[in-house]
Structure formats: C-alpha cells, structure tokens
C-alpha cells in the first residue's frame, strides 16, 4: 500500500515543476465530480423523475459536459493553456471583452460551489449529531478549505489521493449493499406522487457534472496543460458518467421514490452494517471538492487582472500563501457570504447557470475555430464542430428550459460586464477568432455574391475617396459618410506621390493616422494609404483595384482643389473612371454652414439620363442622416417652353411617387436674356446643398471646364458635383420619367 501510494504521488510533479496530469487535472475533476451530489442528491433525483428521468438527466448532464470536454481538449492541444482555465481559452479566442463577461461569473460560480460543499459536509455531518446546525458548521467548512489552499496547490491537491481511495471503498459499499437488497421487479418509471419538475431536478443535479472546471483551471499550475487537460478532463468525464449511471440503477433497485427523496443519506440505509465505511469517502469526496473550487477560483480571478480587466491590486500576494493571495480572500470572502443563502438546493441552480454559460461559450470557442479555416488552428486533438457547436446550443437550450427569466438575467448581467469592458478599450496581445470567422463569412459571402447578378435595385453607394491631407479633407469625408451611412461602404485614401522605395516606411504610420483621424471625427470607413508615381495615373489605377467581388467601389469622391490645374486633373481622371463605368462626385463643403436647423437640399434636374438618377438618390441618402433629417429636399428643373414645362411636371410627380422619395419639385420657365446659370444662383444661394451634374468633356477641354464650374459654384454654398457613369446609369429610382433640357 505504501508502495502504491508513492506510485501515485510521483505522478504528480513537485510545485516546482508544476503538476503532472493525474495530480492536476484528472483527481481534482474527479473528485469533484464524485463529490455531494453524488452522496446527497442522487437518491433525490432518481426519486422525483424516476429511474428513466435520472438517467435521462445523467446522459443529458454528461453529454454536454462530453462536448465541453472535447472542445476544451481540442483548444488545449492547440494553444498553451495559461492561468484561468476557461477563461484564458475564451478571451484568447472571443476577445478579452467576451472572456471578462463570461470569466467574472465563472469566478462567481466557483466561488459559490466552495458554499454548495459545505452546505454538503453540514448536511452529512447531522446524520451523525442531529443537533449540528448546517449553517455554521458550513461557514466553518468554507474557512477551513482556504486555509488548506493557502498552503499551496500540490499541497492541497495531494491529500487527495487517500481521499480517492474512500470513495471507491464507499462505492464498493454501496453496490454490496445493492446486491443483497435487490428486488424481484422494480418499477422503472416509479416517483412520488407530487414530484419536483424534470429541468428544476436537472438545475440541481448539473453541478455534478461541472468538476471538469477543476482540472482546467489549475492550467496554469500545469507541467503540460496541452497534454494533461485532454488527458485528465475526458478521462474523469468518462469515469464519472459510468459511477452515476451505475449509482443511478443501484438506488432505484433497492429503495422507494418517496425514501430516495425524505432520506439524502439513503446509501447508509442501504448499506447496513457496512454503513460505517462510507463516511471517509463521503467526508472526503466533499471536502475535496471544496478544496478544488477554492484552488480554481482565484486563479481565475488572477487571469483577469494580468489581462487588466481588473485592477493590479486584485492579485496582490500576501506573506507566506502560496499562490494568489488576495484573490484568495476575495474568494473566500464571496464564499462565506454565500453560506447565508440557505441548503444545498438553493445555491446548486445559481451554480447550474453560471455555469452553463461557461459551458456553451467554450463549445461555441472551439466549434467557431473548426469552422473559420484559420491556418494556425492546428489541434492534435481534432473535434468535429458539429459537435461543438452542438454542445454549445444544449447549453443554451437548457438554461431556458430550466428557468427562462433567471438565464434572461445572468445573460443580461454578462452583456452588461461586456460592454463595460468593451467601454475601456482594453488592447489584447494576442489574436482571437473573431478575425478569423469574419474572414471566413465574409469569403463565404462573397462567393456567393459572385453568384447573383448585380441588379440596380442592388445598388449601394460605396464610396472611394481620394485625399492628399487627410486633416484638410475632413469636411469632405464628413459628406462622403452622410452619403453612404450605413448602407455601402467608405474607403478614404490617402495618395502619396512618389518612389515606394522612398516613402514605404511611411505608409503604416500613415495609416493608423488616416483611421485615428476617421474614428476621431466620428466617421465610419476603412483608411487607406497608397504609394503613386505621380497623383493622376494613382488615382485611376487605385480606383481600378478597390474593392473586392461584388463589393468594388463604384463611386468615386474628390474634394474640391483650390489649384486649377490640380482640379483639372480631377476632372481628365473621372473622364477616364467614366470608361471604367464609375460614377464620381466632386464635393466642395462650406463648413461653416454644416449645422443650421430647417436646412434645404436643392437638386438641380436634367432627366433620368443627365445624372438625374443619381442626385436624387444622393439628396435622400444625405436626408437620412439623423444631422439631416429636418431638411427639405426641393428637385428643380428648367424648362423652355410652357409644354415642356407641363411634361416635366407630370414626369417628376411620377417619378417621385414610384421612387417613394420624400421631396418636392418646381419647374422653372426660362425667362428671356437670364443664363441657366443665374436661375441656378437666384434659386439655390439659401440652400444648404446643391446637387448639380457634370456633363462629358474632352480632355483638353479640362482647364476651361474648371473655370465654367467656379462661375456655377459662385454665390452658393456646399455643392456637390455628380457625374453617374455607373452600369444602371438611369436606373437606380426604378424609373425613367421623360427628361428636360437641363444638362
């Protein structure tokens, strides 16, 4: 025996060295498992859902904790596991925002199952002195645990090992007092007449099955957590199922529903003169399970302040405890408070839900791995996410069959922890899933865009703009932004002229400059630097690669230069996107008039062919910004003669309707000797934005273009240019009413 012993103990590492699997992961996950319930509450389960519904609650409980197990397994072999268990697996996976609002409820459950413990020694400890009461006998229990902690982890989870041995004694005593009492018929279904509910008996007993959280959250205790945690958590998984299953059809075969359920120590009962023999393991397997929870519990804490989701002074060590200190007073702080919430049935279902989360977000972790394709994703233990995934909806599934309102809370309480983490801007320092499975939907999404032709009703305005000072162009990616909201896509780029051996090392620089600006001013789109040979040749060819599949850039956005032949540039280049089947918007913003109430938007009409399309449908877009929404959107076009007039009416009425645009419309009579031009300036220089289209030129005709759009522009306010050379060029309003003159 003594022989055996020292076998077992060398399995284990020394604190030094770290814990080797047996010692760190399978004994602690074990016991843990085989712990109060098990002794307390087993006859109590089979006895309200009968033996069919126990064991349809032991297979339901086991298979969940299975998937969990695997997905943990699968996540271990790929990652070195560090302190916090599944906390470390769920922040370096989902985030550290996520970790912490699952992570901080774990602490709390683990915590919480230190008082269940205790709860369970004080229960056993009345079968021996009645008089004993529960409450203080456990709060003396949950001091006791913590004491023995703070000696350090091995120390601690060495004890365990005679511990092993009562129970498989206890056990043995058992299934001897259930072959000697074994009736000729037993009724499988059998409860008592009025029963507690299926999942209010599941909520009680799924604290059994949580033991695997032992083993994992010493991780950081580990000599080899990528070997052991697989190893140690399937292993007692697998051991324990096959204890209740057995346990289960014993107490069913030899006792009524009604004792299973008025006698928790039924086992004494049944084991007769042997009973005496059961008390070491039953002390023990409790106690046991005490000393993991609080050996888990602060180590969970303590990952949370290295990854700064909690102050520093959180993990503070104190004197000669070995391993966290502070943390382990918090812990056994939370855990003697606890004790005031009452017996064993009152704390298990607050254990179950925390629980079950932690639970469903670890399947949901490895299941999201499985399915992203990331290449560093490289298991040894390879798990199919169907079963991850399938794990993780169980969890789910049955914390609202259990009790909808309390899961509605606790996932509630865990949106709130993420957002107020989210809120300060943690930074990780590692990569997570998230990336991956947004690469994944997206490629997925993209495929099948490729698929489904563009139609003009699929029309979204995404938006590529080009700047050289980025600070300058503010006001300009201010507009861009209104235009595209949330319905295309912005992407500002910032052109660098010149050698890319000369300005690359600028270029990251650049860009965390460009997006600080962007996020600063409160616009949403993707910054962007390129190195060009020279500025008009960069912006067609960058024009020409934006984008990706179906979600290409399609518009393409400049603001107004103040330098002629910088602007006549411009104007050669949307000649050249025009072949390219790109529309092109020049902007120039008058900030000082960006924030009056009672605003007006002018659109200066020429039918469905001359840009129409087009700047209405930007007129609307802009009016749906929450800063525009009070304005007023008036459509005028020019006529030259009263017929003319009549029919442009009738057409913007129509057009108007079946757009189902809100907007008002006039028709102007072109009085003799006045320009266009003048009309335009008498008409619109109140208006907050004028939309005016811009008709084909000739290259050469760039320069003269330049000056006839300063003297269109002259005495009004933001303007903005629009030239519609898309592939639905007189489609995007869905109709095509007949056009005016107006170019």
Known sequence: MTTLVARLRSIGASDGQGLGTFIGVFTPSILTILGVILYLRAGWVVGNVGLVGALAIVVLANLITLATALSVSSVATNMEVGPGGAYYIISRSLGVEIGAAIGLPLFLAQAFSITLYAYGLAESFQYVWSDLPQMPVAA???????LLAARGAGVALRLQLPIMAAIALSLIVLLVGVAQSVPDSVDLAASVRDP????????????????????????????????????????????????????????????????????????????????????????????????????????????????????????????????????????????????????????????????????????????????????????????????????????????????????????IIELGLYLLVRRRA?????????????????????????????????????????????????????????????????????????????????????????????????????????????????????????????????????????????????????????????????????????APTGRSIDVWWGGMQQNGDLLVLFAHLLSLDPGWRDATISIKSIATTEMMAQRTERSLDEMLKAARIGAGFEVIRKPEGQTIQEIIHSRSKDAEVVFLGMKEIEPAEADAQVDRLLDLMSGLQTVLLVRNSGQFRGQLLGVEPASSHLT
């Open 196 to 411: 507690v509910s299926f999942w209010a008996v599941f909520a009680v007993f799924f604290p059994a099955v949580t033991g695997i959280m032992a083993g994992i959250s010493l991780s950081g205790d580990l000599k080899n957590p990528t070997r052991s945690i697989p190893k140690g958590t399937i292993a007692a998984v697998l051991v324990g199922f096959v204890v209740y299953v057995g346990v289960t059809i014993g107490l069913a075969l030899v006792a009524s529903p009604r004792d299973l359920v008025d006698d928790p120590l039924i086992w004494f009962t049944i084991a007769g003169g042997l009973a005496f023999l059961i008390f070491p393991g039953l002390w023990g397997a409790i106690f046991s399970s005490a000393v993991g929870s609080v050996l888990g519990a602060p180590r969970t804490l303590e990952a949370l302040v290295n990854d700064r989701v909690l102050p520093a002074p959180v993990a503070a060590r104190i004197g000669k405890i070995q391993g966290p200190g502070v943390p382990l007073l918090i812990t056994t702080a939370i855990a003697f408070l606890a004790v005031g919430l009452g017996g064993l049935n009152a704390v298990a279902p607050i254990l179950t839900m925390f629980f079950l989360t932690t639970y469903g977000m670890v399947n949901l972790v490895a299941g999201l791995e499985r399915l992203s394709g990331d290449p560093s994703f490289r298991p040894t233990m390879k798990v199919h996410w169907a079963i991850s995934l399938g794990g993780a909806a169980a969890c789910f599934w049955a914390m609202f069959l259990i009790n909808p309102i309390a899961s509605l809370v606790a996932l």
């Open 426 to 594: 943690l930074t990780a320092r590692w990569g997570d899933v998230r990336r991956s499975a947004l690469v994944s939907f997206v490629r997925s999404t993209v495929l099948q865009l490729r698929r489904l032709p563009e139609e003009p009703r699929n029309w979204r305005p995404n938006i590529l703009m080009f700047t050289i000072d980025p600070e300058r162009d503010l006001p300009t990616a201010r507009f861009a932004n209104w235009l595209v909201q949330d319905r295309g896509i912005l992407t500002v780029n910032q052109l660098i002229e010149g050698s890319i051996a000369d300005h690359v090392g600028r270029v990251p620089e650049a860009v965390a400059n460009l997006n600080a600006s962007l996020e600063q001013a409160g616009l949403t789109g993707f910054g962007e630097v390129e190195i060009v040979p020279d500025v008009a040749r960069g912006m067609v060819s960058v024009a020409q690669s934006n984008g990706i599949a179906g979600i290409a850039s399609n518009t393409v956005l400049f603001g107004w230069r103040e330098r002629r032949d910088e602007m006549a540039t411009v104007l050669r280049a949307i000649e050249d996107l025009s072949l390219l089947k790109k529309s092109s918007v020049i902007c120039r913003p008058v900030p000082q008039r960006l």
């Open 140 to 146: 003396v229990t949950v001091l006791l645990v913590a």
